[in-house]
Nanobody
Framework: QVQLVESGGGLVQAGASLRLSCVTSGRTSVSSAMGWFRQAPGKEREFVAAISWRFVNTGYADSVKGRFTISRDYGKNTVYLQMNSLKPEDQAVYYC??????????????????????WGQGTQVTVSS
């Protein structure tokens, strides 16, 4: 049974850094990908970053390139999102997602909400100005 649990959210000032963690359970496959999404009030859930589980390829939304870094610890079944230079517009609930089947769509990683199979409960990131 696959489960994902996020942690690390909190309240920070603009310009500060924060690291999110997501621990997943269940057997992964050679095709597994882990992604981070976020959703602000009144907005749709949007793609933030993704990483391939076995080969450590990464991808980012344009809005976070140069500020956020996704990584994973294979032995701990954990994916991280290091967020630097946080802006008020980054404030949202951040969700960890997982896909286990081979992706044959456009781009290196799936970026749509409907293209992931499992989701965590979310962790709140609040950025004050």
């Amino acid at each position: 049974q696959v489960q994902l649990v996020e942690s690390g959210g909190g309240l920070v000032q603009a310009g500060a850094s924060l690291r999110l963690s997501c621990v997943t359970s269940g057997r992964t496959s050679v095709s597994s990908a882990m992604g981070w999404f976020r959703q602000a009030p009144g907005k749709e859930r949007e793609f933030v970053a993704a990483i391939s589980w076995r080969f450590v390829n990464t991808g980012y939304a344009d809005s976070v390139k140069g500020r956020f870094t996704i990584s994973r610890d294979y032995g701990k079944n954990t994916v991280y999102l290091q967020m630097n230079s946080l802006k008020p517009e980054d404030q949202a609930v951040y969700y960890c997602a997982r896909r286990d089947t081979y992706y044959s769509g456009r781009g290196l990683f799936p970026t749509g909400v409907n293209e992931y199979d499992y989701w965590g409960q979310g962790t709140q990131v609040t950025v004050s100005s």
